[in-house]
């Protein structure tokens, strides 16, 4: 071939070319070869706005949200009246954990489009994650709501904000989930409530599991367990995984059903209607309120018998979900039934346990390395550290004047934002200068800083749940006090199960005095810290079958009473 007859190589070609090249690549999902013509386009027409957003959803597609995040800000630079390039900008700063920078690019896009759903709905989301804004983010949802009322899913991102409201009695919350639940249901419409179903009470039962959790996502452990240990003689088990995402434990779980749906793709009405038609005797819901959830499948009765588990969501709110299977800690001795109207099953044992946990050894705490003062610690979401939290932070220091607190929070944050965390924080009487703020870290750098903290101090009203279960795993307590049912009794649920309840007061200054008794007993945080592992393993935490047969009993019960009606 003579170099006249050689065709071009895509460096040769126009911009205009490479651009639409890249388009079309993206479309045939062959991401890595689109972002090379988009990166050429980049580099031969620097001014060229559809060559940097091009290369900004090139990145996005292959899931390089920073790269993605620096091309929307050329982008922006060079439109920077484009609305939805500021949406754009916003949501991968979100995907990538920078709540902050991603909120200020939401707010820039909805004061250019006041009408732009997305926007608002993203900025919401942003603000959630933002220390001191859940009022802000209820704003951006309501606006979000107002132009598109038949979104159930906008609505349910607003009850995970109004959670972190800390002025909201926990009453008031249970009112709006249950509104909530109502305005799901009238959408949704008339349904049928008649089933084909065998209503034999001891047969072979179909049992859905309903999940966007079904990957590397830190509540993916449990239902792991459920998936794996299910009694097969007596449950065929179903799941219908509506994420979109895919990594090798969505393998592993594959391998654990006995039938697997893709559904991320059906509506909800496509969906309730494939989990009829499947059969389904009892459908299982597990994310609450949280991403991707699915609620409004719950609210077109999809089975005969349906069930919220492993829910950290103080309610699911829908009047067609038949039981909220919880334990006598977290349901706060009949008061969750009280506030939520649901149908509580307790399970003796707990109402979640664990086997999927990292193989990290446990190092000494800062106290046992040259004989440091007490290091507090907080692992858990900056929208969880309300005014009541940072009360209590500064009155334990107070108490203990040698001791530091490091919060580690998942949210990736500059600067500016921690200086404004500070200046706030202090505010509330917290002696700052006593406070290490460190944000986001991946993996084994999550586990490893454990061994900086000897004990962690618990957020109000919103504890950790699966934060405080994975301090015990790597051998550190947390101190806490028994708030409202599920979200507010969390670490009572799990500190109490490992032989550690003392560590959890009845209020605050039951928190307080624990927090400072443990401070004050070198020799008692050195016991725990040698024995909390093997503690967790000796625990219902860990009793993964005992805890599966306790659910399929509750299951079973459900399904005789459903029989029986």
Same mark, same amino acid.
């Given at each position: 071939m003579t170099d006249a007859e050689r065709p071009p190589s895509p460096e040769e070609w126009p911009p205009e070319a490479l651009i639409d090249a890249g388009r079309q690549l993206r479309a045939m999902g062959r991401g890595a070869e689109a972002l090379a013509a988009f990166d050429i386009a980049c580099r031969k027409a620097p001014n060229e706005v559809a060559a940097w957003s091009g290369a900004a959803l090139a990145n996005y597609d292959?899931?390089?949200?920073?790269?993605?995040?620096?091309?929307?800000?050329?982008?922006?630079?060079?439109?920077?009246?484009?609305?939805?390039?500021w949406r754009n900008l916003g949501h991968v700063r979100l995907l990538a954990a920078w709540p902050v920078p991603a909120a200020q690019a939401l707010e820039r896009a909805v004061s250019l489009d006041p009408a732009n759903l997305g926007a608002w709905d993203d900025l919401g989301t942003a603000l959630t994650g933002v220390w001191g804004r859940a009022k802000d983010a209820i704003a951006a949802y309501d606006r979000a709501i107002a132009l598109d009322p038949a979104r159930a899913d906008l609505a349910s991102r607003r009850l995970i904000a109004l959670a972190f409201d800390a002025d909201l009695p926990a009453a008031d919350l249970f009112a709006a989930h249950r509104a909530f639940g109502a305005k799901v249901e009238a959408l949704a419409g008339p349904v049928d409530a008649k089933f084909a179903n065998d209503r034999d009470p001891e047969r072979k039962l179909r049992v859905g599991y309903l999940s966007s959790n079904l990957y590397a996502h830190i509540a993916s452990a449990e239902i792991r367990t459920a998936l794996r240990l299910h009694d097969r003689a007596a449950f065929a088990v179903h799941v219908y995984a509506t994420m979109p995402e895919r990594d090798a434990i969505t393998d592993e779980l594959r391998g654990y059903a006995d039938?697997?749906?893709? $559904?991320? /793709?059906?509506?909800? !009405? $496509?969906? /309730?209607?494939?989990? !009829? $038609?499947?059969?389904?005797d009892i459908l299982v819901h597990t994310m609450g309120h949280w991403q991707q959830n699915r609620l409004a499948v719950f609210a077109r009765r999809a089975a005969p018998v349906q069930v919220e588990y492993l829910c950290q969501s103080p309610s699911a709110g829908i009047a067609a979900c038949d039981a909220f299977i919880a334990d006598r800690w977290i349901s706060g001795d009949g008061a969750l039934a009280s506030l939520s109207g649901d149908r509580i099953v307790d399970l003796p044992g707990g109402y979640y346990t664990t086997s999927f946990l990292p193989d990290a050894p446990i190092k000494p705490p800062p106290r046992a390395r040259g004989g440091a003062p007490i290091v507090f610690g907080s692992f858990n979401r900056v929208a969880k550290i309300s005014p009541a939290t940072l009360r209590r932070w500064a009155r334990v220091l107070a108490e203990v004047p040698q001791a530091r607190l490091m919060v580690k929070i998942p949210e990736r944050f500059d600067r500016a934002e921690e200086a404004r965390m500070r200046d706030t924080w202090a505010a509330f009487g917290l002696d700052v200068s006593r406070v290490e703020i460190r944000g986001h870290a991946d993996g084994g750098a999550y586990w490893d800083q454990f061994a900086d903290v000897d004990a962690l101090l618990d957020c109000v009203p919103f504890n950790g749940g699966r934060t405080t279960g994975s301090a015990a795993w790597m051998g550190?307590?947390?101190?806490?006090e028994a708030g409202p049912p599920v979200f507010g009794r969390l670490t009572l649920c799990i500190m109490t199960r490992l032989g550690l309840g003392d560590l959890v007061g009845a209020d605050e200054d039951g928190y307080v005095a624990a927090a400072v008794k443990l401070a004050h007993d070198p020799a008692r945080l050195d016991e725990i810290r040698r024995t909390l592992r093997d503690r967790f393993r000796a625990s219902t935490l860990f009793e993964s079958a005992a805890h599966i047969r306790e659910v399929e009993a509750a299951y079973r019960r459900l399904w005789r009473d459903y029989c029986a009606g």
């Open positions: 292959l899931a390089r949200y920073h790269l993605s995040a620096a091309a929307f800000e050329r982008a922006v630079e060079l439109a920077p009246n484009d609305a939805n390039l039938f697997w749906t893709d $559904a991320g /793709a059906l509506d909800d !009405r $496509a969906l /309730a209607a494939k989990i !009829r $038609a499947d059969g389904i550190v307590p947390t101190i806490s």
